[in-house]
């Protein structure tokens, strides 16, 4: 598979529990966040998204929190699986429409 | 089946070799964009477009170029690649405003000697 990054931020758990990533973002002006899931030798996949009007929303077995305060996102997954196992980036955009700045991304290792 | 086709999917080629990456998607999407992915970087936006004949540079727009003649179209131009921009590229395109749900290609691993 493609070797997608380079020390990036590790989180190992075990099959079953639940799954916290976090995501530091820099510009206050973004007003929109996702969350995307990329497999190896895979493109990225869209996993859930928020805008900055909200600070919660639940998708199937995961949740975004957003902090606008201290800008700061976050992805649970419930219940992790080995199929959960990839690396995992949020992205932001702002006022620039279709601009949108990706995160170095966590690698999520998921054991049996 | 709605998808984003890039081709080709690996391409070697040589120092100032002018190059084209294909981009099409089949979902009728106003947002096409284009990524490159490098160890340790993540990925970076190289350029944008929000609808035909409307694009804009992202954070690494250097050395590319782009066009947007046809709605499902999105090409990256390479007119004269250089070692540095051995990279693996993605393509995007989304229906929605601020980027909303990207959906990617698969990918394009170009290296360059």
């Known amino acids: 598979g493609e070797s997608v990054g380079l020390h990036l931020p590790t989180l190992s758990v075990q099959e079953g529990d639940n799954s916290i990533i976090n995501c530091a973002y820099s510009n206050s002006a973004s007003d929109y966040f996702i969350w995307y899931k990329q497999e190896s030798g895979k493109g990225p996949q869209f996993i859930i998204d928020?805008?900055?009007?909200?600070d919660k929303r639940q998708g199937q077995r995961v949740t975004v929190l957003l902090n606008k305060t201290v800008k700061h996102l976050s992805l649970q997954i419930a219940a992790t699986q080995p199929g959960d196992s990839a690396v995992y980036f949020c992205a932001e955009s702002g006022t620039s429409y279709g601009k949108l700045t990706f995160g170095q991304g966590t690698i999520l290792t998921v054991h049996p | 089946e709605a998808q984003v086709t890039q081709n080709p999917r690996y391409l070697i080629t040589v120092t100032g070799k002018k190059l084209t990456v294909t981009c099409s998607q089949n979902?009728?999407?106003?947002?096409m964009s284009w990524y490159r992915q490098d160890p340790g970087l993540g990925l970076r936006q190289i350029y944008y477009?929000?609808?035909?004949?409307?694009?804009d540079k992202g954070d690494v727009p250097e050395g590319y170029k782009v066009s947007r003649k046809e709605k499902r179209n999105f090409p990256l131009i390479l007119e004269s690649p250089s070692p540095n921009q051995t990279s693996l590229y993605f393509c995007a395109s989304s229906g929605g405003t601020r980027g909303y749900g990207y959906t990617f290609g698969s990918g394009t691993r170009l290296t360059v000697v």
């Open positions: 979902m009728n999407h106003e947002y």
């Open positions: 928020i805008r900055s009007n909200m």
């Open positions: 477009s929000m609808n035909v004949e409307v694009t």
